[in-house]
């Protein structure tokens, strides 16, 4: 199945007068706020609603809520799932791995299987002092298993290289100013299945935050290629591009 993402990004810039945030950190969110989006999977498809809701956590840390809905056809979807920011210090947090993967390796029913994660996460600054700066890498494998039988479904080994997080300026949504920085590194996933490799992604990722938003959206651009399974399949190459259009932020 071909799964082609994109994202554009777009504000519509308020009237002067604007209240700042930019002096807040990205990660000081008071209770709750949600980034809404429209996003297409496949232009011929049209739009769904792309939603992420980051909540404040009574032990610092952040819990995000993401939200792809589209009702229109063709080929309407709905998907959902959470991950976790962890507050690893007032300057510094850890971003599950969830985060970085492609929604559609996501899109599974948790009550039947069970998922996990062994390898680093992503850590980054709550506030940067300098323009840009570079990223260890970061490496695991993402597991899917049979709740019932306890047995592998699936693996996702993962990595992050190239990381770079940069300031990129300021925005101006319904009277408030932020800062924004981008997340930007090489996405690697290999995907086996009883041992067996059978598609890898490559991909060059960018992650947009705001100061006090947290989550803005994010921008994938590369391909996936389905390797050789039975003697009569050929490997297959398709294109990843995923474009959002940001339409609001509400606290």
Known sequence: MKFCFSILFFIIFSVSHAQTDIKRGIFDIQDSVMAISKM???????????????????????????????????????????????????????????????????????????????????????VLNQDSIFLPVVQGVFSLKNRASNKPFIDYAIVLSNRK????????????????????????????????????????????????????NQERIGKLTALLTYPTETEKVNSIRQESLLLNIQN
Do not use: C
């Open 40 to 126: 297409t999977v496949e232009k011929a498809d049209g739009y769904g609603e792309n939603l992420y809701v980051t909540q404040r956590l009574a032990n610092g840390n952040l819990s995000v809520k993401y939200i792809y809905n589209k009702t229109v056809t063709p080929n309407p979807i709905y998907v959902s799932y959470s991950f976790n920011i962890e507050s690893l210090s007032p300057d510094s947090f850890a971003i599950d791995i969830q985060a970085a993967m492609p929604f559609s390796s996501l899109y599974v029913d948790t009550n039947f299987l069970q998922q996990s994660y062994i390898g680093s996460r992503a850590a980054l600054p709550n």
């Open 165 to 216: 997080f940069v300031k990129k300026g300021n925005i101006s949504v319904n009277g408030k100013t932020h800062e924004i920085f981008e997340h930007s590194y090489n996405f690697s996933q290999r995907t086996t299945v009883n041992g067996k490799t059978i598609e890898i992604r490559e991909e060059t990722v960018t992650d947009r935050f705001g100061t006090s938003v947290g989550f803005i």
